[in-house]
């Protein structure tokens, strides 16, 4: 068995020995090996916060702990007042980062570099928090000012795939920096979701599956891993790991909303079965509702009046009412009861399925929109930023407009798979936004 495995996480943490960047990566590859040892980081944690005394260089490594298990706010606190060292100031950034506080990030890495911090690292740190602050192109300039080594390792190329990316460049490039990060170092978790994210949205399910998995087995995980996984094992039918992803995320940060409410969503799933003698009856059922009209010896009266009404299919008949097929004109009662026992032989009456008669979509009438709301609608449905999981139900509906969405109803798309009312919520928020809802709505 390899050292870290061996690694003794409480006492790293709770003994006065010596504590840096070496002792840290320990930390994140023993956890990355059994992710149950995050709770006894987080319990040495705990105790390392209670402790009645602590001397500057403690409160730094407690800051730093409190960063690993995602404490952002309390590790800033602590590593605020602890030594000021360079792993102080370098870890104040991450937890900066962690919480969108980019300018304050960038500051703290300024001090760490001041401070004697590994320059290649704080170079990588810095240029990542200009990305964030919108200010990509500062965060090449310091990408191109590297050389030798670090221009080979997972980081530098992670960041500069991102950078390039937030450039506006050429996707093949940003693609090609991922899977050369992920050559160099098969277990840096940004480069590994990042590559998953690509394989995800061009729809390699099983490629990008096997990238998330790798991915989630890194420390500090992203939580959109974490997410994303979650997603594809429910697309799988794998409820009891996808309740698993979104636990972990829970663990950390308790009042995760989108988290919380996958989790339900899988556990509700888990206990739904699939009937399978339903779905052939159902597949029974649509045959015969398909059979024309025509295949049926029918008097020219009704195959005339039928033929004007557009009932083609004896499903069309289970949609129309028998009022509907007299008040057309020359359908009397000899032509009805001739209906009436045509569908009797395959099992089915007339009307039975009028109250689920399918209305037709309401057309924009390009005519009467201006130039702005047609542009609006022909925007493609990607502009919305969806989710993973509402993006899917979005390909396996088909709809690739704005226009095309707002034609559907919020029913729709709850009939589609792992699409709940969560994501149909996010769905009107995001159509709200651009002054559009769902038909219906």
Known sequence: MSQVLETDIKQIVVSPSTFGPNEIKDISAAISADYANFRTLREATAELRDQESRTPAASARLGVCQYLVGKYSAAIET??????????????GRANLALDNYDEALTAYESAERAGYNKDEVSLAKAEALRYIGRPE??????????????QTAEYLYQRSATVSALGGNPSESIALLERAVESDDSHAGALFGLALVNDRHGNDEYALQLYEKASGQFPTHIGTLLNLGLLYEDNGHFERAKQCYQRILEVYPAHERARLFFKDSDASRDMFYDEEARRRQDRLA???????TDFELSVRSRNCLEKM?????????????????????????????????LLSKGLELGQFAATKWQEEPVYQNDALSDDERALLDRPIAELNLSVRARKC??????????????????????????????LNEVREKLTIANLKLRGE
């Open 79 to 92: 590593l605020t007042t602890a030594d000021g060292g360079a792993l102080t100031h370098f870890f104040l």
């Open 138 to 151: 500062e965060a090449l300039a310091i990408l191109n000012e590297l050389s030798g080594a670090v221009e």
């Open 287 to 293: 045959q015969i509702l398909s059979v024309p009209v």
């Open 310 to 342: 557009g009932v083609m299919t004896l499903g069309d008949l289970t949609e129309t009412s028998e009022q509907d097929l007299l008040s057309s004109k020359n359908f009397g009662e000899t032509s009805l009861v001739e209906i009436r026992e045509m």
């Open 394 to 423: 979005m390909v396996r509906l088909g709809l690739t407009t704005i226009g095309e969405l707002v034609r559907r109803t919020g029913d729709d798309l709850l009939e589609c798979k792992n699409f709940g009312v969560t994501s």
